[in-house]
T-cell receptor, first 116, second 110 residues
Framework: DTGVSQDPRHKITKRGQNVTFRCDPI?????LYWYRQTLGQGPEFLTY????????KSRLLSDRFSAERPKGSFSTLEIQRTEQGDSAMYLC??????????????FGPGTRLTVT | RKEVEQDPGPFNVPEGATVAFNCTYS??????FFWYRQDCRKEPKLLMS???SGNEDGRFTAQLNRASQYISLLIRDSKLSDSATYLC???????????FGTGTSLTVIP
């Protein structure tokens, strides 16, 4: 399967714990995005990388959230001191970029986080 | 004002019907527009990009109206398998931040 993969698919954690999610994009894609989706809502943009550079972050991304893409391939999203409001589906997407505008994004299956 | 607004529906239509969804966006500088389909508890999947001249892919037609800042999706001859949530997506000022609508729920009834 050469699509976007995410690990783990499900994570249950207690409030206050740290969690880390991984995303492996489609290999030739240089852009990688993280989104958060809650029930009944569309995905909300969190951050994006062009190769290894994190070029944009949403104001939704509090200082408890950090994302990395160290070698321009896979990416990790860490949430520190989780809160119940962090419970959501965390989606990763990748795309090829042509010029200034990104091409279509392809999503991974997501990591469903439940904070108890 | 939200960057992207969609009628959440639900739309319940019989098989074979034609159904249309609209989506309005607030940023006149937006350049990239897409429709995605999302099945229950699955990830969004790209349905089609929306080009300025409009585009068609089989039973699906997408249109862009820049003057009124909306995009539309028309589904002809609805199939049971078309039942899903349809999300419109628009990019922001930098081109790198994408805004999704809340989605429009479609159920095609036998």
């Amino acid at each position: 399967d050469t699509g976007v993969s995410q690990d783990p698919r499900h994570k249950i954690t207690k409030r206050g714990q740290n969690v880390t999610f991984r995303c492996d994009p489609i290999s030739e894609h240089n852009r990688l995005y993280w989104y958060r989706q809650t029930l009944g809502q569309g995905p909300e943009f969190l951050t994006y990388f062009q190769n290894e550079a994190q070029l944009e972050k949403s104001r939704l991304l509090s200082d408890r959230f950090s994302a990395e893409r160290p070698k321009g391939s896979f990416s990790t999203l860490e949430i520190q001191r989780t809160e119940q409001g962090d419970s959501a589906m965390y989606l990763c997407a990748s795309s090829e970029a042509y010029g200034s505008w990104a091409d279509e994004q392809y999503f991974g299956p997501g990591t469903r986080l439940t904070v108890t | 004002r939200k960057e992207v607004e969609q009628d959440p529906g639900p739309f319940n239509v019989p098989e074979g019907a034609t159904v249309a969804f609209n989506c309005t966006y607030s940023n006149s500088a937006s350049q990239s527009f897409f429709w995605y389909r999302q099945d229950c508890r699955k990830e969004p999947k790209l349905l089609m990009s929306v080009y300025s001249s409009g585009n068609e892919d089989g039973r699906f037609t997408a249109q862009l109206n820049r003057a009124s800042q909306y995009i539309s999706l028309l589904i002809r001859d609805s199939k049971l398998s078309d039942s899903a949530t349809y999300l419109c997506v628009v990019n922001g000022n930098t081109g790198n931040q994408f805004y999704f609508g809340t989605g429009t729920s479609l159920t095609v009834i036998p």
